[in-house]
């Protein structure tokens, strides 16, 4: 009864990235503890890791919010609404991380000088938020896919 709405093609598509994400965390995760494997091999895996145990987090999160969503609309649309509206608190943390990266990077640009260093700030800046962003592009994109595919 739900598969007609796209709002239930965002959770599930959400729901399965969050689980992928989260079993790519797990076994990345163990290459990290592998005493056998260099020390610089298992600090990239151990990043990756983080970055993967992060992306499924907000996964889940998308996927609670449209859950939530198309389960309460036919009921209680306001909650429903409310619902979403909250979940965007959850984003919070990212402003943090931009602040402390921007402040980070400020602090290279003065002793590199502005000259040599001007184009770190943004481009880092960029990174981070499509690091952090990335799981909501690749799910608005599958939806945009599924919805140009049903329209032919």
Not at 22 to 48: C, P
Request: glycine share 4%.
């Amino acid at each position: 009864m739900l598969a007609e709405h796209y709002v239930f093609d965002m959770f599930i598509i959400a729901n399965t990235l969050a689980f992928i994400c989260a079993g790519l965390s797990i076994i990345i995760l163990m290459y990290a503890g592998v005493a056998a494997i260099d020390i610089r091999t298992r600090m990239i895996a151990f990043i990756v890791s983080i970055t993967f145990v992060a992306s499924s987090a907000r996964s889940l999160g998308a996927a609670f919010a449209f859950g939530m969503y198309v389960v309460l609309t036919p009921a209680a649309c306001t909650t429903a609404i409310a619902t979403c509206a909250i979940m965007v608190l959850a984003l919070a943390d990212i402003v943090l991380f931009v602040w402390v990266l921007a402040t980070g990077q400020v602090m290279l640009l003065k002793r590199l000088g502005v000259a040599r260093a001007w184009w770190r700030l943004p481009r880092m800046i960029l990174a981070f938020l499509l690091m952090q962003f990335w799981p909501y592009i690749v799910i608005a994109g599958l939806l945009l896919y599924t919805k140009i595919r049903r329209a032919h």
